[in-house]
T-cell receptor
Framework: DTEVTQTPKHLVMGMTNKKSLKCEQHMGHRAMYWYKQKAKKPPELMFVYSYEKLSINESVPSRFSPECPNSSLLNLHLHALQPEDSALYLC??????????????FGSGTQLSVL | SQQGEEDPQALSIQEGENATMNCSYKTSINNLQWYRQNSGRGLVHLILIRSNEREKHSGRLRVTLDTSKKSSSLLITASRAADTASYFCATVKETSGSRLTFGEGTQLTVNP
């Protein structure tokens, strides 16, 4: 199984809603990532989890709250988002957090629209 | 700021032609990777070239790396309509560990 599965594929939420994005992989990878991608732009790193611990937070606003319950699961909790947060949210994983030679495996993303 | 910048931003060619995309970066790197993204989908890893390598091949893909010029190129030979996608270079800085930074990308359209 070489898949990273993200749910839901599409999400529409209001600015007062609370929602969560989910990501799952069963490749035994110990690094997991959240990226944000606006239309026609490159992905931008948000968070990195290494061995289930948050290792990188790229100064992301607190309305985005990541969680890594175990080595296979990664969540992104959303609360009080703004319309400018509308984007494709991509989850990725790699084998070893500290190995710079690792390639990333990406999920298909969650297309988020904030109204 | 983005570590990698790519040109051209958009490239349109006919099937069977070769496509060349270029990537430039600013700081010393551990490796450089190329990814492909179909519209609205996740990214797929294509090839990784280490900082001590100059050229790498994978099927119809050829990647070069010139660390003195801080640049890389991706060549797709004998292109097919199915190659239509966005192509991103991504760099890993020497000291960044797992922080992969993507360039602006090239939108490739291969016309049948």
């Amino acid at each position: 199984d070489t898949e990273v599965t993200q749910t839901p594929k599409h999400l529409v939420m209001g600015m007062t809603n609370k929602k969560s994005l989910k990501c799952e992989q069963h490749m035994g990878h110990r690094a997991m990532y959240w990226y944000k991608q606006k239309a026609k732009k490159p992905p931008e790193l948000m968070f990195v989890y290494s061995y289930e611990k948050l290792s990188i937070n790229e100064s992301v606003p607190s309305r985005f709250s990541p969680e890594c319950p175990n080595s296979s699961l990664l969540n992104l909790h959303l609360h009080a988002l703004q319309p400018e947060d509308s984007a494709l949210y991509l989850c990725a994983s790699s084998r070893k957090p500290t190995d710079a030679q690792e390639k990333l495996f990406f999920g298909s993303g969650t297309q988020l629209s904030v109204l | 700021s983005q570590q990698g910048e790519e040109d051209p931003q958009a490239l349109s060619i006919q099937e069977g032609e070769n496509a060349t995309m270029n990537c430039s970066y600013k700081t010393s790197i551990n490796n450089l990777q190329w990814y492909r993204q179909n519209s609205g989908r996740g990214l797929v890893h294509l090839i990784l070239i280490r900082s001590n390598e100059r050229e790498k091949h994978s099927g119809r893909l050829r990647v070069t790396l010139d660390t003195s010029k801080k640049s890389s190129s991706l060549l797709i030979t004998a292109s097919r309509a199915a190659d239509t996608a966005s192509y991103f270079c991504a760099t890993v800085k020497e000291t960044s560990g797992s922080r992969l930074t993507f360039g602006e990308g090239t939108q490739l359209t291969v016309n049948p």
